[in-house]
């Protein structure tokens, strides 16, 4: 039972990192705008990057390989995202404070289950196996 709720676990969030990095790049317009409108720098190569790392990660995730790096790597990007894109602290025009504080808390949540992750997987037992 706990190696299927692990692979389950594992594969859901793959794929939360693996659709959106995709998302990326076939709606590359729409997520200059967000960008933008939380007047962030250097918007299409920041893009770009957390495309490619995202459909990278998560591929990986998916295959069971480097999970721990994988994780902690998504971890950290997470925080980033969250505190430069969710920041429902601040006023932007168009942007509603409501639904960044929704995907702020939402964030953490998925902060929280890629360090159960990264734990679970860095394991002396688990090291060998994937990572």
Not at 28 to 52: D, T
Request: aromatic residues 8%.
């Amino acid at each position: 039972m706990q190696s299927a709720l692990m692979l389950t676990g594992r594969i859901l969030i793959a794929l939360y990192f693996l659709l959106p990095g995709i998302a990326k790049f076939v709606s590359w317009e729409r997520h200059i705008a967000l960008m933008e409108a939380h007047e962030m720098v250097m918007v299409p190569m920041l893009l770009a990057l957390a495309g490619i790392v995202q459909i990278a990660g998560g591929c990986l995730l998916l295959i069971n390989r480097h999970v721990t790096v994988c994780a902690l790597g998504f971890a950290v990007m997470v925080l980033l995202i969250n505190f430069n894109l969710h920041d429902f602290w601040n006023v932007y025009d168009g942007v509603n404070a409501e639904r960044e504080t929704q995907n702020f808390v939402k964030n953490m949540a998925v902060l929280a289950g890629l360090l159960v992750l990264a734990a679970a997987h860095s394991t002396p037992s688990r090291d060998a196996s994937g990572d």
